[in-house]
């Protein structure tokens, strides 16, 4: 049986052209579902948007609370990308990691995009947006 | 599976997750060395029916989240100061 399976390469080549172009905007990468629900994309919330990286700083606080919540021994290696899963972390890990992060940097997330976070980069891109747009 | 890099909670987990922040955001408004009890009972209480109890079994699993949610509503009223649970082992009474 053929199987097709389709990979989402975010391409930063392209992003940063546009961040060239727009300098000040906050983006957002949309990550439309595909077949996840069924039906049309979301009309509330617009996320057609492309991020730019979040700060070096806010990316490696991340990591700093991750490795505590997940008791991981200092060699491991956390990059933006490696997800929550990948480290070994369950669902439960991963609203407690987010519940964390909610007390490190006075935020509150929302429901809904507590269950879009999946890898470090895209916590620390919520947690710059969020941050944003609180101040 | 799919492309997409979240994982594809069912409508249930979504629901048990949302629990356990509940039960996470109100362990917060008490004190510390309370709060850090909560979060122990909580995420080991949580932990140990996500790997005992049977994911098809909607019905056990549906009581356990409104029984949750009922502890919950006690948990967030200002007059609780604290959670506490007791393990009973039933002990297996060998006939011979």
Known sequence: MASVSA?????????????????????RLATVGWGRTPGFPRLTSSRFQISCAAKKETVDK???????????PADKEITPQTTFTDLGADSLDTVEIVMGLEEEFDITVQEDNQDNISCIQEAADLIEQLVASKS | MGAST?????????QVLALYRGFLRAA?????????????????????????????????????????KKQLDQLKSPE?????????????????
């Open chain 2, 80 to 96: 609780t100061v604290g959670l506490a649970s007791l393990n009973v082992e039933a002990s297996q009474a060998k006939t011979s």
């Open chain 1, 62 to 72: 991340v990591c700093e609370i991750v490795r505590k919540q997940l008791a991981l």
């Open chain 1, 7 to 27: 990979n989402f390469v975010c391409s930063r080549t392209s992003v940063r052209l546009l961040n060239q172009m727009m300098t000040s905007k906050s983006l």
């Open chain 2, 6 to 14: 979240k994982p594809r909670l069912s409508g249930m987990q979504l």
């Open chain 2, 28 to 68: 917060r408004m008490k004190s510390p060395e309370e709060r850090s009890r909560i979060e122990a009972l909580v995420s080991q209480e949580f932990r140990r029916n996500s790997s005992q109890v049977d994911r098809k079994n909607y019905l056990y699993i549906e009581y356990l989240v409104r029984r949750g």
